[in-house]
């Protein structure tokens, strides 16, 4: 590669992309076209990577990289229809990807990527898909989903960000209060949330909701998640026991983590050649 910003490194016979930008590092697997890190440059303080990362998963391309933003597609949760009993949250994860293209300049550096589908699957799921990524002072993760086919097909799917917290015991989801879920741990049971976020326990929730702005109070730093392209935001942090089930999971991961995800989980349908953006924007 002959970038400024962006150089190619192999670790465990898998490829990353390695950024290092005067205001910020990254870096990018090239199995799942997955951002395992992001960490600005601010000269007021010591430099924090946002994103949490197991140190208990496997970095050799044997399995989904458990942090950072895994891409979930063409569907999020377990396989349906057709596909049940194909791999939890999609294939893409599970692949690598190819860089199609990288766009520096002084103040981002922006990289398109797309997973190495072969022919059979791509004929069958009837979707393309292209990652976009926008570095500078916030994070773009731009999801584009496009029906090749001359039917009409199901899509749901997820941006599943981790971001890393100072500390469990001392963070807030702001933005959510009196907004419907779905509590899948209580057999998809309807709840009204009831003020702001604390996650305190086991939780998985699909906030049913299009709003486009979320905030995570992180001790005392506020970053606002935004996004565009949704029907739901997912909320997800495991605790301890099942962080301790995991073998992926670091026993003690979940005190330093939480999921916050513009999604697609209501039924979306694109149209024959119909082209859908999923958007999620990181802004510290």
């Known amino acids: ?10 670790l465990n016979s898998c490829v990353y992309y390695k950024i290092e930008h005067p205001k910020f590092a990254a870096t990018i697997s090239e199995f799942g076209g997955q951002l395992l890190s992001f960490t600005p440059k601010d ?3 010591e430099p924090q990577n946002l994103l949490w990362l197991s140190e208990s998963s496997p970095l050799d391309g044997s399995k989904p990289i458990r942090g950072g933003v895994p891409l979930c597609w063409p569907w ?30 002084d103040t981002s550096v922006e990289m398109i990527m797309q997973p190495n589908l072969t022919k059979e699957l791509s004929q069958s799921l009837g979707l393309d898909v292209q990652v976009r990524y926008v570095f500078a002072d916030t994070i773009s993760i731009e999801l584009t989903t496009t029906n090749t086919s001359t039917e009409a097909k199901p899509l749901s799917q997820a941006i599943h960000t981790y971001f890393a917290l100072d500390n469990v015991n001392d963070h807030k989801v702001l933005g959510l209060n009196q907004i419907r879920y779905l509590d899948k741990l209580d057999n998809a049971a309807e709840v009204i949330q009831d003020g702001d976020v604390v996650i305190t326990e086991h939780t998985d929730r699909v906030y049913l909701t299009a709003q486009d702005k979320v905030s995570l109070l992180n001790g005392n730093k506020n970053m606002d998640i935004l996004g565009q392209g949704h029907d739901s935001i997912v909320v997800w942090n495991p605790w301890q ?18 999921c916050i995800e513009m999604a697609n989980t209501q039924g979306l349908v694109l149209q024959p050649q119909q082209v859908h953006k999923l958007v999620q924007l990181i802004k510290p």
């Open 1 to 10: 590669m002959n970038n400024q910003f962006v150089s190619k490194e192999t």
């Open 43 to 45: 000269n007021q303080n």
């Open 76 to 105: 999020f949760g377990p396989a349906q229809g057709d596909f049940v009993g194909e791999p939890q949250h999609g294939y893409i994860r599970s692949v690598p990807w190819s860089l199609i293209n990288i766009v520096e300049s």
């Open 241 to 258: 026991e099942n962080a301790k089930n995991m073998v992926d999971f670091d026993d003690q991961g979940y005190t330093n983590m939480i």
